[in-house]
């Protein structure tokens, strides 16, 4: 790297962080797609093992994708503007923990059931996804909450 001056590394070591932050996904967890038939409105998990990533593209644009974690294909890729999706805990459910991401002002709903070991985090997604959601960043929350996070 002779001929770079000490304000082009930086630049450089920064723009390789902010790609390996945009390949790493902003909020990512493992989990199975669920759905839901019209008729009998019950939600049937499909058993695939696999991987929620929600992530920024080259424009900026948020996108929920699911991957298959056996296959590693990526089988779901959603973008999401701000204000057009809400992410919801499912209460009717009593026998694991069921998510959907309801798009407003349409009829789509994408269900999820998580496969994470321990809910410990589920909040934390919960919230996190919302904000994303909402169009707000989640960079400056996530130090707080692990701040109080900490003393608790």
Request: charged fraction near 30%; glycine fraction near 8%; proline fraction near 3%.
């Amino acid at each position: 790297m002779a001929g770079l001056n000490p304000r082009q590394l930086q630049a450089l070591q920064a723009m390789f962080a902010q790609k390996q932050a945009k390949e790493d996904g902003l909020v990512e967890f493992r989990a199975g797609r669920a759905f839901m038939d019209e008729q009998t409105r019950m939600v049937t998990p499909d058993k695939k093992r696999g991987k929620i990533k929600l992530v920024k593209d080259e424009q900026g644009i948020l996108k929920l994708q699911w991957f298959n974690r056996i296959s590693k294909q990526k089988e779901l890729d959603l973008m999401l503007m701000p204000t057009t999706s809400k992410w919801e805990k499912v209460n009717e459910c009593t026998d694991g923990r069921v998510y959907l991401l309801r798009m407003i002002g349409s009829n789509r709903k994408h269900f999820f059931w998580m496969q994470e070991p321990d809910e410990e985090k589920d909040d934390e997604y919960f919230k996190n996804i919302n904000k994303l959601c909402n169009g707000e960043s989640i960079g400056d929350d996530k130090s707080g909450a692990a701040a109080s996070g900490a003393g608790a």
